[in-house]
Nanobody, 125 residues
């Protein structure tokens, strides 16, 4: 079983930057594709970014392309989300996610089985 803990959320002014981090348990973390999602009040959960286990491939949701960067450090069992040029519309709870053991290496990721508790990102306009 995988446990995920997000951190780094907070309040930031529009145009500013913020870096989120996700710490994952498990000694096989380096073999897992990882993802970031977000959910704003009154809206459905939205895909933000995903990264292959090796870090060699990544993809982004249309709304964050060119502004957000996903990265991972397998030695530290962490996945980060660097958010630049933040907009008010980026305000949401951000979740780190991982697939099941069976689908840990599938690319593009098709499903996620594990989720963190979320971290709040608020962008002031």
């Amino acid at each position: 079983q995988v446990q995920l803990v997000e951190s780094g959320g907070g309040l930031v002014q529009a145009g500013g930057s913020l870096r989120l981090s996700c710490a994952a348990s498990g000694r096989t973390f380096s073999s897992y594709t990882m993802g970031w999602f977000r959910q704003a009040p009154g809206k459905e959960r939205e895909f933000v970014a995903a990264i292959l286990w090796s870090g060699s491939q990544s993809r982004y949701g249309d709304s964050v392309k060119g502004r957000f960067t996903i990265a991972r450090d397998n030695a530290k069992n962490t996945v980060s989300l660097q958010m630049n040029s933040l907009k008010f519309e980026d305000t949401a709870v951000y979740y780190c996610a991982a697939p099941s053991l069976q689908y840990r290496g599938v690319w593009p990721p098709r499903e996620y089985a594990y989720w963190g508790q979320g971290t709040q990102v608020t962008v002031s306009s």
